[in-house]
């Protein structure tokens, strides 16, 4: 049974940092893509993050680049997301994706962040 258990998220002020995990089991995890999405209330789901299947080649949205990175060690099978700097706009429910191909494409349940003072 596929399974993405998101952890690390909860309530921080304005410049703090948070770091979330995304334990996988279920499936060969480091043959598969991760990313961290986010999806405020109201808004739609982005992508922050992603990272190749070796760790050696990530990309991020614009609005996190120099504060967010993403790692991850697929002797744990798990991906990491370091937040620093964090702000109000930060705030949401952050989702683990794990992606091969169309088929094989799997969510996390999500982990809210709340950046307020």
């Known amino acids: 049974q596929v399974q993405l258990v998101e952890s690390g998220g909860g309530l921080v002020q304005p410049g703090g940092s948070l770091r979330l995990s995304c334990a996988a089991s279920g499936f060969t995890f480091s043959t598969y893509v991760m990313r961290w999405y986010r999806q405020a209330a109201g808004k739609e789901r982005d992508l922050v993050a992603a990272i190749n299947t070796a760790g050696r080649s990530t990309n991020y949205a614009d609005s996190v680049k120099g504060r967010f990175t993403i790692s991850r060690d697929n002797a744990k099978n798990t991906v990491y997301l370091q937040m620093n700097s964090l702000k109000p706009e930060d705030t949401a429910a952050y989702y683990c994706?794990?992606?091969?191909?169309?088929?094989?494409?799997?969510w996390g349940q999500g982990t809210q962040v709340t950046v307020s003072s």
């Open positions: 994706n794990a992606i091969r191909s169309v088929t094989q494409n799997y």
